[in-house]
């Protein structure tokens, strides 16, 4: 019986763990430096909920579960080549499973590249590429630099 309730708590806490992942990314407000609409001169980032962002606070890198998301971006270049910010990767070691595993902090350093029209709205350039270059620790697996697309 107290396996059931243990392995019960843990699925909950993972279960709230990954909404509030979910809500933070997508419901963050702007820092102050980001303009609430954004500038059609400006790319966007697109998040997994397919809104547009410019400067965002957090994001989201892994839409499917929440084990991989970045926090606390502070952001010193935004421009049309590209987005620069420091921040933090808080990743999942889904040990012994994703569930029950644990999340861990990265100092890291963001890029966004790559800006191109975006498929959904052609009159609006996104970042199509996001690279974090980690200059310390790092989730197991990981090179110090690891570059990603971003979704169209």
Not at 53 to 61: A, G, H, K
Not at 76 to 94: H, I, K, L, Q
Not at 119 to 145: A, N
Request: proline content about 9%.
């Amino acid at each position: 019986m107290r396996a059931s309730v243990v392995g019960t708590t843990i699925t909950l806490a993972a279960g709230a763990l990954l909404t509030a992942a979910m809500t933070t990314a997508s419901a963050s407000p702007p820092d102050s430096a980001a303009p609430r609409h954004p500038r059609a001169d400006r790319p966007v980032l697109v998040d997994c909920l397919w809104q547009r962002t410019v400067r965002p606070i957090d994001f989201i890198l892994a839409c499917g579960d929440g084990n991989s998301r970045l926090t606390g971006l502070r952001w010193s270049e935004w421009s049309p080549g590209e987005a620069t910010a420091v921040g933090v990767n808080v990743v999942n070691d889904c040990e012994p499973y994703c569930a029950a595993g644990t999340f861990h902090a990265y100092p890291v350093t963001v890029r966004l590249g790559g800006a191109k029209p975006w498929k959904e709205h052609p009159g609006v350039e996104r970042y199509t590429e996001i690279s974090l270059t980690y200059p310390g620790d790092r989730p197991e697996g990981y090179q110090r630099v690891m570059t990603y697309p971003l979704w169209d």
